[in-house]
RNA sequence: GGGUCGUUAGCUCAGUCGGUAGAGCACCGGCCUUUUAAGCCGGGGGCCGCAGGUUCGAUUCCUGCACGACCCA
């Protein structure tokens, strides 16, 4: 049947609900119970047992079995499920008879009754009350196979979740992984801040911006790239520990692993520097595999991760040379011509340099999909990292670390560059970048430099990608399904 | 950006070697007082993704486009 005519019959339902003097949307109903704790309180009844116990439940009708004068109903609230029961002797003649005819699946109700157990030991309720709480006017997905197109899931996520157990279930373990960074970070004296969105530089990160405006100001501003600098201005300002989960913003392509407004963590720890940024990453995401997974592994698109500590640390040159098995200290020019000889393909717009892009790709085209279990991958170059600080004893690297976990980058920390004099440096080389067309270099930010000037202490700072680190502990294939709304074409 | 596959009823899916399409669920009507994928009888429901082309005839073949999935860059 063509939906407007499945919509139209329910319209007639209710319409006739309105004639009868019954609220189909009304404010507010008291429950006693959700569907779990019925079953934690009546779990341990015996098949056809009265329990002469008065409850109330809600929920959304998700299986109607009309039997002509008893009639079964499916209750689903957030907890589960609970059986209704409904006759004509606990209801009353007419009220059967009227709801009957009148509820739909997908009707949220509330029934008023007593507990029992049907003689197959299925716990219910024997409703005589029943209130509408909800009109549904469209119909529900298939009962048994639920949603399936990706596409309608993604598009109509309400539909997805009311249809889905298995999507709700993501967005719960979602929460829990948040809420254990959260306890995590309080518990170690970190302060939760919360800092710009708007921003006149978008700073922190290489990536193409969002642009707004502001109409009073007459000026344009930038959705954040990333919240690292204000951050450590916070460290300049005294407060040592600091953390944000927040969304960052980039203007960039959609893809299973990508959705350009995204949530990330960025921590900073005062006094410490990479090495503290690796245990507290190994600290903080154990924490979450346990929550989630109650134990230090879990299985990701049908292989196992094991999250057991210390995890291994690689330095990026020594990853990418076993990879590429080309000699990757070699100067740019060189390592293109021995690149070029071995077959391995470089795009036309990174041959220019910096040398630090090509190692990059390399890492990203010939390593990073064997990085299973969580890797650090150590030092990364200094013309890719103008944030970082130089590494002691290799100055054209720096403290820099990715974290790699099934074949995905999850985090980038670094010892923070506290030195204002060598950022400005960094930064002055960004903008020749920039004016030579890298449209992701970043940009010189004065008031960061002056705050810089007034003396950061020497501090270790992480960005964790939280959509990321949730799809690998919820076993989910793309980023669509632990965004509650991800954006689609 | 390139390649492969997909798009059929509200949902889940069949199918048409080119002759205007089926099932189950859902919906509507009937029977049914312990079902739980309830059952039985009957009924309605389709721009076969969109636009062109080939053809007497296209949902089916061809081309393009849109959207999606996967792979590659």
């Known amino acids: 049947m063509p939906e407007q005519e499945l919509i139209a019959a329910r319209k007639e339902k209710l319409a006739r609900l309105r004639a009868r003097g019954i609220n189909p949307y009304p404010y507010s109903f008291s429950r006693t119970h959700t569907a779990a704790e019925l079953r934690q309180a009546f779990g341990h009844l015996n098949p056809a047992t009265h329990t002469g116990q008065g409850v109330a439940v809600a929920g959304r009708i998700m299986a109607l079995r009309r039997m002509g004068r008893a009639t079964f109903a499916d209750l689903h609230d957030r907890s589960g499920k609970i059986q209704i029961f ?3 002797q606990t209801l009353g003649p007419e009220a059967y008879a009227f709801w009957v005819e009148h509820l739909d699946l997908g009707d949220l109700v509330g029934v008023r009754g007593e507990v029992f157990t049907t003689r197959t030991g299925e716990l219910s309720v024997a409703a005589q009350e029943l209130v509408l709480l909800a009109k549904a ?13 990706v596409e309608t899931r993604y598009r109509e996520r309400a539909l997805d979740f009311l249809a889905n157990p298995q999507s ?40 193409r911006p969002f642009v707004t405006h502001h109409n009073e100001l007459d000026r344009d501003l930038y959705l954040r790239i990333a919240p690292e600098l204000y951050l450590k201005r916070l460290l300049v300002g005294g407060l040592e520990r600091v953390y944000e989960i927040g969304r960052n913003f980039r203007n960039e392509g959609i893809s299973s692993e990508h959705n350009p407004e ?16 690796m245990e507290l990453a190994e600290g903080l995401i154990e924490a979450c595999v346990l ?3 109650g134990a230090p592994h879990l299985e990701y698109q049908g292989r196992m991760i094991n999250f057991s500590r210390p995890w291994r640390r690689v330095p990026l040159l020594e ?7 080309c000699d990757v200290e070699k100067p740019l020019p060189e390592l293109l011509v021995e690149l070029d000889r071995k077959g391995i393909p470089v ?8 040398k630090g892009k090509v190692i990059e790709h390399l890492l990203e085209t010939c390593a990073e999909k064997d990085l299973w279990d969580p890797t650090f991958v150590l030092d990364y170059p200094l013309d890719i990292s103008p944030l970082a600080k130089r590494k002691r004893d290799r100055p054209d690297l720096t403290e820099r670390f990715e974290l790699y976990i099934a074949g995905r980058e999850v985090a980038n920390a670094f010892s923070e560059l506290n030195d204002p004099e060598e950022q400005r440096e960094r930064f002055l080389a960004q903008e020749r970048l920039r004016a030579q067309g890298d449209e992701e270099a970043q940009r010189i930010d004065e008031d960061f430099l002056r705050d810089l000037e007034l003396g950061m202490p020497p501090a270790g ?3 964790i990608g939280i959509d990321r680190l949730t799809m690998i502990l919820t076993n989910s294939p793309s980023i669509r399904e632990v965004l509650a709304f991800p954006l689609l074409r």
């Open 347 to 354: 795009p036309e717009h990174l041959r220019r340099g910096p």
């Open 168 to 207: 709700r279930e993501i967005l719960i373990k979602r929460a829990l992984i948040l809420r254990t960074i959260r306890n995590y970070l309080d518990e170690r004296g970190f302060i939760e801040v919360e800092t710009p969105i708007l921003q006149p530089i978008p700073g922190g990160a290489s990536a």
């Open 461 to 463: 700072g992480i960005g």
């Open 262 to 277: 995204f949530t990330a963590l960025e921590a900073y720890e005062a006094y410490t520097d990479y090495q503290g940024m």
């Open 86 to 88: 409904l006759t004509p």
């Open 291 to 293: 929550a989630v997974a």
């Open 137 to 149: 006017l469209r119909p529900l997905p298939e009962k048994w196979h639920g949603l399936r197109d």
């Open 319 to 325: 990853l990418v040379a076993e990879a590429s098995g």
